[in-house]
T-cell receptor
Framework: AQKITQTQPGMFVQEKEAVTLDCTYDTSDQSYGLFWYKQPSSGEMIFLIYQGSYDEQNATEGRYSLNFQKARKSANLVISASQLGDSAMYFCAMRAHGGSQGNLIFGKGTKLSVKP | GAVVSQHPSRVICKSGTSVKIECRSLDFQATTMFWYRQFPKKSLMLMATSNEGSKATYEQGVEKDKFLINHASLTLSTLTVTSAHPEDSSFYIC????????FGPGTRLTVL
């Protein structure tokens, strides 16, 4: 069975500092994709970054980078130079590429609070 | 990125009534849409996969007669919560596939 684990219910970070949000996953599939989404208090799910299981380089998107360690089955999100607007829930998600219709499996989320 | 809308954004209804939530892909065609449910401070749980022109595929434990899904066109899927009860109160989010998943803004349902 596929599973996403986020062990940090809540995290605090000082503005302008970097923060790492943990995510580990479990799957028997060889081909899969890993995603991070941001959900502010308004509720919409905002796509941040994607890492494919066969991608050799860690994904980066602006201040977001994904620390992909395949052997450890971890896909941690690193946010550099935190801003007050980064305060939100962050969800790690996985999608299997084989045999599924593309639905995502989500972790329980981490609530990030950025302190001024 | 692609735009997905949901209507209504908030709805309050009486117990026993039915509520319809619309999910539209505004600038692309989506043969597959997904419906998720999110309880307060919880993660998103997939309820069903909506396929244009065919029956929806429901996840285990989701009552298909209670949560009716219709995907009548390539840009519209609807979720109807029939005979709503207070325990159906939740945040419902749809997403549409266009190579990747794009999420709607969500609908907050409150059943009194």
């Amino acid at each position: 069975a596929q599973k996403i684990t986020q062990t940090q219910p809540g995290m605090f970070v000082q503005e302008k500092e970097a923060v790492t949000l943990d995510c580990t996953y479990d799957t028997s599939d060889q081909s899969y994709g890993l995603f991070w989404y941001k959900q502010p208090s308004s509720g919409e799910m905002i796509f941040l970054i994607y890492q494919g299981s066969y991608d050799e380089q860690n994904a980066t998107e602006g201040r977001y980078s994904l620390n992909f360690q395949k052997a450890r089955k971890s896909a941690n999100l690193v946010i550099s130079a935190s801003q007050l607007g980064d305060s939100a829930m962050y969800f790690c998600a996985m999608r299997a590429h084989g045999g599924s219709q593309g639905n995502l499996i989500f972790g329980k989320g981490t609530k990030l609070s950025v302190k001024p | 990125g692609a735009v997905v809308s949901q209507h209504p954004s908030r709805v309050i209804c009486k117990s026993g009534t039915s509520v319809k939530i619309e999910c539209r892909s505004l600038d692309f065609q989506a043969t597959t849409m997904f419906w998720y449910r999110q309880f307060p401070k919880k993660s998103l749980m997939l309820m069903a996969t909506s396929n244009e022109g065919s029956k929806a595929t429901y996840e285990q434990g989701v009552e298909k007669d209670k949560f009716l899904i219709n995907h009548a066109s390539l840009t519209l899927s609807t979720l109807t919560v029939t005979s709503a009860h207070p325990e159906d109160s939740s945040f419902y989010i749809c997403s549409a596939m266009n190579n990747e998943q794009f999420f709607g803004p969500g609908t907050r349902l409150t059943v009194l």
